[in-house]
Nanobody, 120 residues
Framework: QVRLVESGGGLVQAGDSLRLSCAVS????????IGWFRQAPGKEREFVAA??????WTTSADSVKGRFTISRVNMQVYLQLNSLKPEDTAVYYC???????????????WGQGTQVTVSS
């Protein structure tokens, strides 16, 4: 089974940047894509971006295009957060899926999450 561990969250000001990391280990045969999601207090978990392991093809939510970038290097998947806004405040999670998708129901092996807080 694949294991995912997030890191890199923190408290920043509006306009700042952060880079989140998702360390991937274990059996990855059912983890051909890795996705990032976020969940703010009182809201549903929201898709942010995903990347296909084999060729680096990506997909992302319209709300973050131009500001957030997903990438992978070796067994790490990164989410670069630029021009952060207070509404980006949430717990950010990474998860695995058998194919590149935005469907939260297709993802498994969720990490424990990392908190991102953006002050105005």
């Amino acid at each position: 089974q694949v294991r995912l561990v997030e890191s890199g969250g923190g408290l920043v000001q509006a306009g700042d940047s952060l880079r989140l990391s998702c360390a991937v280990s274990g059996r990855t045969f059912n983890a051909r894509a890795i996705g990032w999601f976020r969940q703010a207090p009182g809201k549903e978990r929201e898709f942010v971006a995903a990347i296909r392991w084999s060729d680096g093809w990506t997909t992302s939510a319209d709300s973050v295009k131009g500001r957030f970038t997903i990438s992978r290097v070796n067994m790490q998947v990164y989410l670069q957060l630029n021009s952060l806004k207070p509404e980006d405040t949430a717990v950010y999670y990474c998860a695995a899926a058998p194919a590149l998708t935005k469907d939260v129901g297709a993802f498994h092996s969720w990490g424990q999450g990392t908190q991102v807080t953006v002050s105005s």
